[in-house]
């Protein structure tokens, strides 16, 4: 097989596994649309002064959309690469002719498909059961930020996955990392209502970052083409410090017990 | 002459100031089965994961299917199958999804369901592997390292942890693949699985090799004392015996009761017609009578210096 034949080959039992699992159904599809449709559902008509009175179900959609990507592709990425490596799986696809870069290709690529299939069911959700505006000028911004932040989230996914120690350790340390970053980014709580000193230090952090282009491509206000820049410029830069972290310290061989 | 398959002279590898391996030599001829033994920590894995390429080397030449392993690229990797110690399967895929995941990695495998049929896991084919035994999930293992075809397969240690049947299935499977002509670098610490498999054995402890051969004449095995056992009957005494078989007595090694006997001797014949003689000419039986050479386990024991002295 040529090489790309053998990413698809890849991604399509990656694929597979992804939806026969429970927990990757659950906590990358199911709970982010469970999270927007209780906060919709409660805050949905509250408005928003401090962001030009937009509509609270408006500013969820990004936010779980942030939720989504950074789930299906950090968080999955970190935990099904340690759980593969622990269990002896990734240095026994070392020993096959099988290209890393074919292998890397199949999950990232699974990560980025679920990804984008989240980003189609939240704004789905959003337009048909909230009356959530689908953007118009905005769209190749909104694209631009999904590529971006799917590939920079995937490269840290790698990375986190190099620096968890065990598999048991997995869920936790992800977990961990991510779900803070949520709040403090106004991902479940909007930012007016943060202080400025928290949402800072959020801005130390890619999710903070991306989660803002996102909004800047939902947000009625945003005259013209939307693109955040200098937001996903942060996002970019995570994801190659990630990249080069995974490509320095990712490991093949089981570390743990 | 054989064609080689493996060369390996001179090998070290150390890890800080440990040296797990210490200079140690092996050829591998295609079509043979060979099995490494040795201890725990006694550089067995280390020396595998050379050859497999997972890892590098300090010093010494390694040939493997006539590359570096170190070196090798993908065209070497199609050609080589390994079996780790350890590999759980992807719980969630059936036997032929796994089996298929991987024929999908080589430029030529082998038929899918013939090798789902020759691990024995024919009436599995549809069952997720997480469902599997443990010993079925490490035929699975054994069939993924079968479906790229290839002509050098590492077994690690494929039956530890296995019940006594299943055992005897994956000795078959390795029986089968062997007929397939198959060159096969078996480690483990069974010495029975080595005396059934092999075509020939090397023994590594402390970083050397301490022992080479074939199974049977392994550390002159073959040229080893006779020993005889038997329970001297209560009725008679040892000062009894004829001076051909009392000279033969291993006093040191009395193992179990006072009555035990063990005869050490390069004579079995000249010993045995003596003692049996005697024991007829008193009409009595000769309780629990065993002969037998020093089995392969004994010098394994002795070699690797963990014999019970």
């Known amino acids: ?257 | 002459m054989a064609e080689t398959v493996i060369t390996v002279r001179g090998l070290r590898k150390s890890y800080g100031s440990l040296d797990a391996v210490r200079g140690i030599d092996l050829t591998v001829e295609r079509g043979e089965v060979f099995a490494f033994l040795g201890p725990n920590g006694a550089g067995k894995t280390t020396t595998v994961e050379i050859l497999e390429g997972y890892r590098g080397r300090n010093a010494g030449d390694v040939d493997v299917l006539g590359a570096d392993p170190r070196e090798a690229g993908r065209d070497w990797r199609g050609r080589i199958g390994i079996v780790l110690q350890e590999c759980r399967m992807q719980p969630l895929l059936t036997v032929r999804e796994t089996v298929d995941l991987y024929a999908g990695y080589y430029a030529s495998p082998r038929p899918v369901a013939e090798t789902i049929e020759l691990v024995g896991l024919g009436a599995k084919a549809e069952e997720r592997a997480g469902r599997l035994s443990g010993g079925q999930q490490r035929r699975l293992d054994v069939a993924l390292a079968l479906i790229g075809d290839a002509e050098l397969l590492f077994l690690d240690e494929p039956t530890t942890g296995f019940d006594p049947s299943a055992r005897r299935q994956a000795w078959e499977v390795v029986a089968s693949l062997r007929d397939l002509g198959k060159t096969i670098f078996l480690t483990t610490h069974y010495m029975d699985e080595a005396q059934e498999l092999a075509d020939r054995v090397a023994i590594i402890a402390g970083g050397e090799i301490v022992a080479e051969g074939t199974p049977e004449t392994l550390a002159g095995r073959d040229l080893a004392p006779t020993e005889i056992r038997f329970l001297m009957p209560a009725s008679l005494a040892a000062v009894d015996l004829p001076a051909a078989v009392a000279s033969a007595i291993d006093a040191g090694a009395n193992g179990g009761s006072r009555d035990h006997v063990v005869l050490r001797t390069s004579q079995p014949v000249t010993v045995l017609n003596q003692l049996t003689a005697w024991a007829l000419a008193r009409d009595v039986d000769l309780g629990g009578l065993e002969v037998g050479r020093p089995s392969l386990e004994d010098v394994y024991l002795e070699v690797t210096g963990k014999g019970g002295g």
């Not at chain 1, 002896?88 to 020993?95: A, E, I, N, P, T």
């Open chain 1, 1 to 257: 097989m040529t090489g790309a034949a053998l990413a698809w080959h890849q991604f399509r039992f990656d694929q597979r596994i992804f939806w026969r699992s429970p927990a990757s159904v659950f906590f990358t599809v199911m709970l982010p649309i469970l999270f927007l449709v209780m906060l919709a559902s409660i805050f949905g008509n509250e408005t928003i002064d401090d962001l030009g009175g937009m509509r609270v179900s408006t500013y969820y959609v990004p936010g779980i959309m942030t939720l989504a990507v950074v789930s299906a592709t950090l968080v999955s990425l970190a935990i099904s690469l340690t759980e593969a490596r622990e269990s002896g799986r990734l240095k026994r696809v070392r020993s096959t002719p099988l290209p890393v870069w074919a292998f890397v290709a199949g999950r990232v690529g699974n990560a980025i498909v679920v990804s984008l299939l989240m980003v189609v069911i939240v704004t789905a959700i959003g337009a048909i059961f909230y009356g959530v505006e689908i953007p118009g000028s905005t769209v190749p911004a909104i694209v631009v930020s999904l590529v971006v932040g799917a590939s920079a989230f995937s490269c840290l996914g790698f990375a986190l996955a190099a620096a968890i120690p065990t598999e048991e350790a997995a869920p936790a340390i992800t977990n961990f990392t991510v779900l803070p970053l949520y709040f403090l980014s106004g991902v479940f709580i909007p930012q007016t209502q943060i202080p400025d000193g928290i949402l800072d230090f959020a801005g130390l952090f890619p999710i903070r970052h991306f989660f803002e282009a996102l909004l800047a491509g939902f947000d009625p206000t945003t005259a013209g083409a939307g693109f955040e820049l200098g937001h996903l410029a942060v996002v970019a830069a995570w994801g190659l410090a990630g990249l080069a972290v995974a490509a320095r310290a990712f490991s093949w061989s089981p570390r743990g017990g």
